[in-house]
């Protein structure tokens, strides 16, 4: 039905002009639009390199290179470097769009897509038509006007969450400021309004747990906020009061360093955009100590903590989660010291598995299972998908004060049908963030849980069932073994030294792991501390510990950190 409508709009004439002169919602990176001139297209996880080519020939994954390509962000990236170069690569970029997809055909004409392919065109407006014949303008108010049709007839079949607040966002912007469009103005904004109450969460959560897609559909309401109220129309209470929830929110999954918790397959989002969606929100209302959209955060000194402290997303929701329960983060000033490998969808269906497993997380697994698994593959828009089954039925998280610092309580049974085992995680940070206690607890809850594990522990022929407790760390981070082997120091870029020790009851390696980032050619490598054994009895306890060298100052000046244009994977190294 989406091809349906979309060769039904091409047909129609509907917009002539803008109602007003539209402004840039948002600029790109001046690196990679500087890349893209020169022909370098990275996208999904592959470079294209055609000097003088056109952005249509990049190559890879083609459901995963569309939705990047049809979605139009790399105009951001043009507008920033913003020269006569970079408006006529965009206007002949955009026109051959027009040519081979104008006309409803192609994979770009779902609502989503269109929803951002008409922002981008809207707020780059200006640049768009610069030095343009009239025939060429026509052109392209015509394609708008066609695209915005569409929306207005698709946007309800979009599953609620990012996807329908990229439709109606668009159909928004596009209403408030296209000639002919504006009838399909109050429409929009009505839906809009209430899909902020239904799905954003009184906490100011949404149902997937992304904290990056938290920030994608902030920034979202904010642009349709400041069009709403920039054409003297009422904005609704709903937008303004989900901005309101939104806000407190993302500063508690916000790390020290700036950067967002990669969890449920989100990364730290684009650099300036958490700050500047933050400084729109206004307001720095405290969450407390409750979770904010299921993560624990213990904050204290300069350090921060993260941990997903409640179940996974679960049905539709769950396509890009991950099995992550009780896994934490810490960043350390401006540096990320323990983390989570990320999220592997550019680099194939293969990273993006791993990615969503237990072991690539910073938290407690038994050989061979995650504490959630995944389904049957589903494809969807010319994607495979696979959401969790199999999720705890219980997480637990109570956060509480000490006179010496706080405290973190968790637990989850997602090995509890397998293994009749139960996963309990103690986290306390000390008032000043020098130091973390920890202690992982394997235990049976009762006389069912008990034979489950005997059964379990029978069908290793007695010979325990092993786990693994991971730490994977920053690939900055240089970590050695030492004190023959009872410990771990890991040197941070800013001079700092944390050190890892434990009881004495598992075994302590430094193994390879690997740091999974949106816009790399191939995944980073990167190493992860690793606490090994194996469960024999009803209950198994591991206490470690994380703390700063004491030579280490509590002040540290640290005014270089190193940007991702300087790794050895960089677009510009690899050419």
């Not at 459901?63 to 962000?73: C, I, R, T």
């Not at 929009?188 to 799905?199: F, G, K, V, Y």
């Not at 705890?392 to 997602?414: K, M, Q």
């Not at 006389?447 to 022929?461: E, G, V, Y």
Request: overall charge negative; some cysteine.
């Amino acid at each position: 039905m989406h091809r349906v409508h979309a060769r039904w709009a091409a047909r129609a004439r509907p917009a002539t002009g803008f109602v007003s002169q539209p402004e840039p919602r948002s600029i790109g990176l001046f690196a990679r639009g500087r890349q893209l001139l020169a022909g370098n297209f990275l996208f999904a996880g592959v470079l294209t390199t055609a000097p003088g080519g056109s952005i249509w020939q990049a190559e890879g994954d083609r459901a995963m290179v569309d939705q990047e390509l049809h979605s139009f962000g790399w105009l951001d990236d043009l507008a920033a470097v913003g020269d006569a170069r970079a408006r006529h690569a965009a206007q002949a970029w955009v026109g051959e769009w027009i040519d081979a997809f104008g006309d409803g055909t192609g994979p770009g004409w779902t609502p989503d897509l269109t929803g951002r392919r008409l922002i981008r065109w809207i707020s780059h407006g200006v640049f768009l038509l610069r030095g343009q014949d009239k025939a060429a303008q026509d052109r392209l108010f015509r394609s708008l006007g066609q695209q915005t049709l569409f929306l207005s007839r698709r946007w309800r079949a979009t599953r609620p969450g990012i996807a329908r607040f990229e439709a109606l966002a668009g159909m928004v912007y596009a209403g408030l400021s296209l000639e002919g469009m504006e009838g399909l103005t109050a429409p929009a904004i009505a839906a809009l309004a209430a899909d902020c109450a239904s799905q954003i969460n009184p906490d100011g959560g949404i149902a997937t747990r992304n904290p990056e897609e938290l920030l994608d559909i902030l920034t979202l309401l904010h642009w349709a906020h400041s069009a709403i109220a920039d054409s003297d129309l009422s904005v609704p209470q709903a937008i303004t009061d989900a901005i309101a929830r939104i806000g407190p929110t993302l500063r508690a999954l916000r790390h020290a360093d700036g950067g967002l918790a990669r969890f449920h397959g989100g990364g730290r989002g684009l650099d300036g955009r958490l700050d500047h969606a933050l400084s729109l929100t206004g307001g720095k209302r405290e969450t407390g100590d409750s979770a904010c959209m299921g993560f624990a955060r213990l904050a204290a000194g300069r350090t921060t903590l993260i941990a997903d402290a409640a179940r996974p997303p679960e049905g539709a929701a769950s396509v890009n989660a991950h099995a992550s329960t009780l896994a934490f983060e810490l960043t350390s000033g401006r540096r990320p010291l323990i983390v989570n490998c990320g999220s592997g969808v550019s680099f194939g269906a293969d990273w993006r598995r791993a990615g969503r497993a237990t072991p690539s997380h910073s938290t407690l697994g038994i050989g061979g299972y995650s504490s959630s698994r995944l389904g049957a593959a589903v494809k969807e828009n010319g994607v495979c998908q696979e959401m969790l089954v199999d999720l705890p039925d219980i997480v637990n998280c109570i956060v509480t004060h000490l006179d010496d610092g706080r405290r973190a309580e968790l637990s989850h049974d997602g090995f509890r049908m397998t293994h009749g085992l139960t996963h309990a995680r103690i986290l306390e940070m000390t008032t000043d963030g020098r130091g973390l206690a920890g202690e992982d607890l394997l235990t049976t809850l009762d006389a069912t849980d008990k034979q489950r594990f005997d059964r379990a522990l029978d069908a290793t022929q007695l010979q325990g069932i092993p786990f693994a407790i991971r730490f994977h760390l920053h690939p900055d981070v240089d970590a050695v073994v030492d004190l023959g082997g009872a410990a771990v120091s890991m040197a941070l870029k800013s001079g700092e030294i944390w050190v890892l020790r434990h009881d004495g009851h598992a075994d302590l390696s430094l193994d390879p792991s690997v740091y999974l980032e949106t816009g790399r050619l191939k995944p980073r490598a990167a190493q992860q501390v690793v606490l090994s054994g194996a469960a024999m009895a009803y209950a198994t306890r591991i206490r470690w510990s994380l703390a700063k060298a004491q030579d280490t100052p509590d002040v540290v000046r640290d005014l270089a950190p190193q940007r991702a244009e300087d790794d050895d994977t960089d677009i510009g190294d690899q050419t």
